[in-house]
């Protein structure tokens, strides 16, 4: 008898631990911390659901690096062909679009490359090389250095690979970058909304906007838990439905610094 209520104790108190603990993993990148978003949508989805959410801020490949161990319940990233990958390896349930900006290249005020005002990135780029003006790379397999990857082969050049002096990888953050890129006197490619919200702008202007190539996507996926049966399912899946319903949607359109909106929301669009 003892025996048996000791052991209906234990489980008492492990059901209780369990139900009490309404907190998942998300790995994301680092715009959406950097920016601010979280501290806009969290608390809003805290208030919906009762879940607390810990993030783990990296780059999007590092992100869903984290996923695959099982190190997180949710990815909310910027890199739709690194995204495919990782469902078509078994490591997410299902991808959805949950809303978009787009990328910037950031330049000093001194425009040394004579970009300023364009609104055609390989071109901007391609003078970029030509003048051999300093660029900042983040480096870190994130989904704006993938992006800015992609461009350089749009562009027909490779400065990652042929060691360009004036080509520089970081590997750090967008915040790293930009602070990078503001000490140098060089030009970085950044996501718009990192832009908008960062502090130091001063000797830093946006040269080139407006491309239809920059245009940056955002996606959430529920780790599988087939791969990982430890992913709360459930709490995570909460998550996913907010961002993309309605409500969730209208948080996020409604996140603003200055006036200016950050991200602009598309689920299911």
Request: proline content about 3%; overall charge neutral; hydrophobic content about 45%.
């Amino acid at each position: 008898m003892r025996f048996l209520i000791s052991a209906l104790t234990i489980a008492c108190l492990t059901f209780g631990a369990q139900a009490q603990d309404k907190t998942i993993t998300i790995a994301s990148t680092t715009s959406t911390q950097d920016s601010g978003l979280f501290n806009h949508l969290l608390p809003a989805f805290k208030a919906k659901t009762g879940i607390d959410v810990k993030v783990i801020a990296q780059g999007t490949g590092q992100a869903l690096d984290t996923a695959r161990r099982g190190d997180a319940d949710v990815v909310f990233v910027h890199a739709k062909s690194a995204e495919e990958k990782f469902l078509a390896e078994g490591f997410g349930v299902k991808r959805f679009d949950v809303m978009y900006n787009d990328f910037v290249l950031v330049g000093p005020a001194s425009d040394p490359a004579g970009i300023k005002g364009s609104k055609d990135i390989v071109g901007s780029l391609k003078a970029v090389q030509a003048k051999a003006a300093p660029f900042v790379s983040r480096g870190d397999k994130s989904g704006t250095h993938l992006a800015e990857l992609a461009l350089w082969k749009d562009a027909g050049l490779d400065p990652a690979g042929a060691k360009a002096d004036w080509y520089k990888e970081i590997g750090q953050g967008m915040g790293a970058a930009l602070n990078t890129a503001k000490a140098m006197g060089a030009y970085v490619l950044s996501d718009r909304g990192t832009w908008i919200s960062f502090k130091g702008k001063d000797g830093l202007i946006i040269a080139v906007e407006g491309d239809t190539k920059l245009f940056n996507q955002y996606g959430v996926m529920l780790v599988n838990p087939a791969k990982h049966p430890h992913v709360k399912a459930d709490l995570g899946q909460a998550f996913v439905d907010y961002v993309i319903s309605a409500e969730g949607q209208k948080v996020i359109a409604d996140y603003k610094i200055e006036g200016q909106q950050l991200f602009f929301p598309n689920a299911g669009k």
